[in-house]
């Protein structure tokens, strides 16, 4: 029997990269297929949901969501570790898997779809990997459709008239933030990825490949370029930090990012859900931010708050997260 994993996904897709690079990190034997119309039928045979990455195991079963994907692999295959040994940090990197994942992705999604010439460039390369082989006249026309159906969706990540400034003040902020934490480690929790670099990565990579993000990128934040770049094949070139170490540049983001627009967002978000609300509004530190609720988000609100349940000693943690205005919105048993 092979030991080959096939990954089902394309490179326009920030969860598909996440799961590839985690792939690449660990050494795992896969094949990246393309999902495109020759590769669709093969696809369907796995993915329960029309939603890529589908990854396929040695044995023929299928694995959707990109966090229960790495979270299976990861028990099979533990060597090199994503998870730091310090608590404090292991948890802060779980929470910034799940930021990027879902805060991070109204970054990549609203630039991607906000401005013409994002359109133009993302419209044209998904149509380009779903149809590969059309003439010039016909990747036109199904790029002009891919960009009117997917502006059509932007208000299910929160992206709207309202929310547009919000989202590219976040972007822009988090980005300096990133920067400075950056500039003198490989990645995010010292000289070794971690479960919250993938998350985080996939998002920012894909703003990278889109003009107006890209361009941020390329003129504001070097260090985050040279992470972006680490990042397609990750290595671990040393240790993990403790939390003492990364809290001078950490800290900050968790406060003016995590704790002040995501978690406050994702907590509304599963109460508009429970409550069986077709839309809703939540005081952010940004402003008011109004949308329709996101369901998969409550589950994984829900399962970052098992996480943090099940930490053995949280007294640090607690400390960690109280300082920094996470502790609220995290701490329901």
């Given at each position: 029997m092979s030991d080959v994993h096939r990954i089902f996904g394309a490179e326009v897709s920030p969860y598909s990269i996440k799961v590839r690079s985690y792939f690449r990190f660990k050494g795992i034997p896969h094949e990246w297929i393309i999902r495109s119309s020759a590769t669709q039928e093969e696809f369907e045979k796995y993915a329960k949901l029309p939603l890529i990455p589908v990854v396929v195991t040695p044995t023929g079963e299928g694995l959707q969501d990109s966090t229960p994907i790495i979270e299976t692999l990861e028990a099979q295959f533990p060597d090199p570790t994503i998870h730091p040994p310090d608590p404090v940090?292991?948890?802060?990197?779980a929470l910034l898997e799940e930021f990027g994942d879902e805060w991070g992705n109204k970054w990549m999604f609203h630039y991607r779809w906000a401005r013409d010439a994002d359109c133009r460039s993302a419209g044209g390369r998904?149509?380009?990997t779903m149809m590969p082989g059309l003439e010039d006249a016909q990747y036109e026309g199904m790029s002009a459709g891919i960009v009117e159906r997917m502006k059509s969706r932007v208000g299910f990540v929160g992206s709207s008239e309202?929310?547009?400034?919000q989202i590219e003040q976040s972007f822009k902020?988090?980005?300096a933030q990133l920067e400075r934490h950056l500039a003198d480690r490989a990645y995010l929790f010292g000289a070794t990825p971690a479960f919250g670099d993938f998350g985080m990565w996939g998002q920012l990579y894909n703003a990278w490949t889109d003009p107006t993000a890209g361009a941020i990128i390329e003129a504001d934040a070097p260090n985050v370029k040279g992470w972006l770049e680490r990042m397609l094949d990750p290595k671990a070139e040393g240790d993990f930090e403790s939390w003492s170490t990364l809290e001078p540049t950490l800290a900050p983001f968790l406060e003016q990012q995590v704790a002040a627009l995501f978690l406050p967002w994702s907590v509304a978000n599963a109460d508009a859900i429970a409550g069986g609300s077709e839309e809703f509004s939540v005081e952010l530190a940004s402003g008011t931010w109004t949308q329709k609720p996101q369901k998969y988000h409550a589950r994984s609100l829900g399962k970052l708050r098992e996480r943090y349940a099940a930490v053995a000693d949280r007294s640090v943690l607690d400390s960690v997260l109280e300082k920094t205005g996470c502790l609220r919105w995290i701490a329901v048993i």
């Open positions: 940090a292991a948890f802060v990197s998904i149509a380009r309202q929310t547009a400034p902020d988090g980005l």
